[in-house]
Nanobody, 126 residues
Framework: QVQLVESGGGLVQAGGSLRLSCAAS????????MGWFRQAPGKEREFVAG???????????YYVDSVKGRFTISRDNAKNTVYLQMNSLKPEDTASYYC????????????????WGQGTQVTVSS
């Protein structure tokens, strides 16, 4: 079992930055592929960024096109934590952001991930 707790969300003006954190409890954190997803009201949950576990091309990352060059995902396996640095935020980035863990190759599909946090709200004002 893996428990995930997100933090770092908030209200920011367009062009600003936020860093989300996701603290994981449980064993073998480094083995899990970690993902960040987001869900806006009335929309489906969508993949934002992912980072592979150490046994699956560890350190490899993947981003949805809309955040490439603005968001960076990273992980600290010693701290059981994954981060999402978000720069140049836009109003369309407004959503609840969820951290997810899966014993899977790096994939964008929601169904590939087995464990989910409760989410943290990010609101970007124009």
């Amino acid at each position: 079992q893996v428990q995930l707790v997100e933090s770092g969300g908030g209200l920011v003006q367009a062009g600003g930055s936020l860093r989300l954190s996701c603290a994981a409890s449980g064993r073998s954190f480094s083995m899990y592929t970690m993902g960040w997803f987001r869900q806006a009201p009335g929309k489906e949950r969508e993949f934002v960024a992912g980072i592979a576990g150490i046994n699956r091309s560890g350190g490899n990352t993947y981003y949805v096109d809309s955040v490439k060059g603005r968001f960076t995902i990273s992980r600290d396996n010693a701290k059981n934590t994954v981060y999402l640095q978000m720069n140049s935020l836009k109003p369309e980035d407004t959503a609840s952001y969820y951290c997810a863990a899966g014993y899977t190759p790096l994939r964008a599909a929601v169904r590939a991930y087995d464990y989910w946090g409760q989410g943290t709200q990010v609101t970007v004002s124009s």
